[in-house]
């Protein structure tokens, strides 16, 4: 599987950005997918995730009610929707699936997962 993300750029604070991520090499209709961002000098930290067959998602408390992942399986994309960004959200946004999976379950953990994009920048000023 290869992903390939997009979307990020520069905005203002309180502004809002999508971030796409397609795969490539198979459908994904049954991999867990997620997002991670990081920063200069810091690890990896999760931001959301979705299970296969959409529904229930998971946030971390930093970009809850502000971020919504989303997923359209019959294009392979993952989406990130970004509303109210803050300066603290300023980092490159990875995604990630692992899968194919039996179960529908929800992986917040970098380890969970095996297959990343090649990152976005997203840069958001004060």
């Known amino acids: 599987v290869q992903l390939q993300a997009s979307g990020g750029g520069l905005v203002q604070a309180g502004g809002s950005l999508r971030l796409s991520c397609a795969a490539s090499?198979?459908?994904?209709?049954?991999?867990?997918l997620a997002w991670f961002r990081q920063t200069p000098g810091e690890e990896r930290e999760f931001v959301a995730a979705?299970?296969?067959?959409?529904?229930?998602?998971y946030y971390a408390d930093s970009v809850k009610g502000r971020f919504t992942i989303s997923r359209d399986d019959a294009k392979n994309t993952v989406y990130l929707q970004m509303y109210s960004l803050k300066p603290e959200d300023t980092a490159v946004y990875y995604c990630?699936?692992?899968?194919?999976?039996?179960?529908?379950?929800?992986?917040?953990?970098?380890?969970?997962?095996?297959?990343w994009g090649q990152g976005t920048q997203v840069t958001v000023s004060s």
């Open positions: 979705m299970r296969w067959s959409g529904g229930r998602a």
């Open positions: 990630a699936a692992e899968g194919p999976l039996a179960t529908m379950t929800i992986r917040i953990h970098e380890y969970e997962y095996r297959y």
């Open positions: 090499g198979r459908t994904f209709s049954t991999y867990a």
